[in-house]
């Protein structure tokens, strides 16, 4: 069984940083991409980022430009995001998730997903 | 950024409703969408994926249509297990972006 298994919930003071770490288990870590999607109390999913473990290359929404950064460590087959100048309005619940079907494209915009198939259980994060 | 725009943004329906949300992108995305369901306290389950097909182990009372701009997810027979909010979410580009969700509630 493919899995995504999250680190534990944190609680942070305003201008900190948080990394959150999301392990693969149960299938090769360079075949697919890790993404970072999150939901504020009472708001809908973001979509925050990817990280593609073969090559370490990185996408983000522009609205995160300059404070996230989503990396992967191919020798414990892992993602992690991190998320510095916390505020308020970072408080939510954290989730990582893969498309294990998705294609590469030569480019980005050629890459073809399917959906996300396999969530992390999520990671509470309270800027307090 | 494409943008995606649920609508109803909720609803009230009964055990055994047919029930419809509609999803539209701000620009044509072929068929690049899927369908998740999402209950508090878990992660959100994918229900569709390339606009119309059934993910494997969904149950067959989900279904989606459409294509280009206008999308509907359908439940032809509410369950008690199907109150949660649904989002779609567009692959079309980056940065991948999802709808604004739809509660489904009990009336």
């Known amino acids: 069984e493919v899995q995504l298994l999250q680190s534990g919930a944190e609680v942070k003071k305003p201008g900190a940083t948080v990394r959150i770490s999301c392990q693969l288990s149960?299938?090769?870590?360079?075949?697919?991409?890790i993404h970072w999607i999150r939901q504020a109390p009472g708001k809908g999913l973001e979509w925050m980022g990817l990280?593609?473990?073969?090559?370490?290359?990185?996408i983000y929404a522009e609205k995160f430009q300059g404070r996230v950064s989503v990396t992967a460590d191919t020798s414990t087959d892992t993602g992690y995001l991190e998320l510095s100048g916390l505020r308020s309005e970072d408080t939510a619940v954290y989730y990582c998730?893969?498309?294990?079907?998705?294609?590469?494209?030569?480019?980005?915009?050629?890459?073809?997903?399917?959906?996300?198939?396999?969530w992390g259980q999520g990671t509470s994060v309270i800027v307090s | 950024a494409i943008q995606l725009t649920q609508s109803p943004s909720s609803l009230s329906a009964s055990v055994g409703d047919r029930v419809t949300i509609t999803c539209r992108a701000s620009?044509?995305?072929?068929?690049?969408l899927a369908w998740y369901q999402h209950k508090p306290g878990q992660a959100p389950q994918l229900l569709i994926y390339?606009?119309?097909t059934l993910e494997t182990g969904v149950p067959s009372r989900f279904s989606g249509s459409g294509s280009g701009t206008e999308f509907t997810l359908t439940i032809s027979s509410l369950q008690p297990d199907d109150f949660a909010t649904y989002y779609c979410?567009?692959?079309?580009?980056?940065?991948?972006?999802f709808g604004g969700g739809t509660k489904v509630e009990i009336k």
């Open positions: 998730a893969t498309d294990l079907n998705m294609v590469r494209g030569l480019s980005p915009a050629q890459d073809f997903y399917y959906g996300m198939d396999v």
């Open positions: 620009q044509a995305i072929s068929s690049a």
């Open positions: 990280v593609d473990p073969e090559d370490g290359e990185t």
């Open positions: 390339d606009a119309s």
């Open positions: 979410q567009q692959f079309n580009g980056y940065p991948l972006t």
């Open positions: 149960g299938y090769t870590f360079i075949d697919c991409y």
